[in-house]
């Protein structure tokens, strides 16, 4: 199984709702990724967790918080979101602390703030 | 400062044709270099990677990728395009000093003509 699954696929918000991403891979990875992407530009990487733990923050506002449960499960709790944050918002992950290893990427979820 | 280029937005080629999507890097050691694929509303899809050994590395669905150290590029081909190759294509870079992070390019469009 090499897939990473993420819901929901679209989700629609208000700026004072929140809600948050699942994503969930059975791929034995141990270090798990959020990147944001907008239209017809590069992904860029919010968050790494490494054995669960949170290992890398870009800089990401505090209206993002990442949790991991588990091993297999990654989160993505969103409040008080902007209208600027509407993107396609992706999962991945990978073998943890093997420099040549590929990250596998779930097939996203398009976000939109209203 | 570590980077990739890719030069062209877009490429144009005819179905049966061969063709290449061009990606630069600039790293220092030895780079370990990377292609993904996205299609329309999806996430990334790993084709293939440089790590070390023969320059011609081979990939997912008929890809293959030539490292030049000397000219510092690690260009994507194929034999024989087909329409459903159309997608959007990153070239990656992984930092010396990260197990995590990818520098991605800035993208190129491909797009196959009956």
């Not at chain 1, 141990?30 to 890398?56: D, G, T």
């Not at chain 2, 590029?73 to 194929?78: D, G, I, N, R, V």
Request: aromatic content about 12%; overall charge positive; hydrophobic content about 35%.
């Amino acid at each position: 199984d090499t897939e990473v699954t993420q819901t929901p696929k679209h989700l629609v918000m208000g700026m004072t709702n929140k809600k948050s991403l699942k994503c969930e891979q059975h791929m034995g990875h141990r270090a798990m990724y959020w990147y944001k992407q907008k239209a017809k530009k590069p992904p860029e990487l919010m968050f790494v967790y490494s054995y669960e733990k949170l290992s890398i923050n870009e800089s990401v506002p505090s209206r993002f918080s990442p949790e991991c449960p588990n091993s297999s499960l990654l989160n993505l709790h969103l409040h008080a979101l902007q209208p600027e944050d509407s993107a396609l918002y992706l999962c991945a992950s990978s073998q943890d602390r093997v420099r040549g290893t590929e990250a596998f990427f779930g097939q996203g979820t398009r976000l939109t703030v209203v | 400062a570590q980077s990739v280029a890719q030069p062209e937005d877009q490429v144009n080629v005819a179905e049966g044709n061969p063709l290449t999507v061009k990606c630069t890097y600039s790293v220092s050691g030895n780079p370990y270099l990377f292609w993904y694929v996205q299609y329309p509303n999806r996430g990334l899809q790993f084709l293939l990677k440089y790590i070390t050994g023969d320059n011609l590395v081979k990939g997912s669905y008929g890809f293959e990728a030539e490292f030049n150290k000397s000219q510092t590029s690690f260009h994507l081909k194929k034999p024989s395009a087909l329409v459903s190759d159309s997608a959007l294509y990153f070239c990656a870079v992984r930092p010396l000093d990260s197990s995590y992070k990818l520098i991605f390019g800035s993208g190129t469009r491909l797009l196959v003509r009956p």
